[in-house]
């Protein structure tokens, strides 16, 4: 393969694109039984969620909507800069309804703490959250997601919509970047 291909950067593959797609469907499995006959609002979080939000909502087969939010925690590179703000707010008003947020990763869980606080104030029926992915950090924040594809250690993982300086979203595996590629 040409080592301009971006999969060369990948040297620990964590979950191959198999994987998250059983795990996927088996998320869609639980949720389909529990918002079954309920008026499902799936909310992606941008722009990490985007493929999981396709995989997912494809896997279940109900009927729902889908609506976007974008929050920035993150500046360009690995460390969390403390600070929410809402990039891109939902086009949805969603009182009365049944909102699950879906989103790619938890790390510190600042992000969805943050989030949940923010939908929970605009009268929702519930509020609920699943995610692809748990770091242990997550455990210390109050956010208790409802379905969780994996824990995982406490690595930067990119692929599957998880970017390193937007990169690497487009990688169908989830794994850890070769060292050459931060320096
Ligand atoms: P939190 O607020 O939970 O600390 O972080 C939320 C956001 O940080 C995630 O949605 C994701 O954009 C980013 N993030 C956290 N951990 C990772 C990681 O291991 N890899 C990548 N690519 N992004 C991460
Ligand atoms: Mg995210
Ligand atoms: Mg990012």
């Known amino acids: 393969?040409?080592?301009?291909?971006?999969?060369?950067?990948?040297v620990n593959i964590l979950f191959t694109e198999a994987q998250i797609q059983q795990r996927l469907?088996?998320?869609a499995l639980q949720i389909t039984e529990d918002y079954e006959g309920r008026d499902l609002l799936v909310v992606g979080v941008l722009r990490g969620a985007v493929m999981v939000m396709a995989?997912?909502?494809?896997?279940?087969?109900?009927?729902?909507?889908?609506?976007?939010?974008?929050?920035s925690s993150y500046g360009s590179g690995t460390k969390s800069s403390g600070v929410v703000r809402i990039?891109?707010?939902l086009d949805t008003d969603i009182s009365g309804r049944d909102v699950l947020i879906v989103d790619e990763i938890i790390d510190t869980g600042l992000?969805?703490?943050w989030l949940v606080n923010n939908l929970s104030s605009r009268s929702?029926?519930?509020?609920?959250?699943?995610?692809?992915?748990r770091k242990p950090e997550a455990?210390?924040?109050?956010?208790?997601p409802k379905y969780v594809g994996w824990d995982i250690p406490n690595e930067f993982v990119?692929?599957?919509?998880l970017d390193y300086r937007e990169r690497y979203r487009n990688l169908r595996d989830i794994g850890t970047l070769a060292p050459h590629v931060y320096s």
């Open 124 to 133: 929702p029926a519930s509020v609920e959250i699943a995610t692809l992915l």
């Open 87 to 89: 990039l891109k707010d």
């Open 111 to 113: 992000t969805l703490s």
């Open 139 to 144: 455990l210390s924040m109050p956010v208790e």
């Open 158 to 161: 990119v692929g599957y919509g």
């Open 1 to 10: 393969m040409d080592s301009s291909h971006v999969e060369h950067d990948l």
């Open 25 to 27: 469907g088996e998320m």
């Open 55 to 71: 995989d997912l909502a494809r896997a279940m087969p109900i009927h729902l909507e889908m609506d976007w939010m974008a929050v």
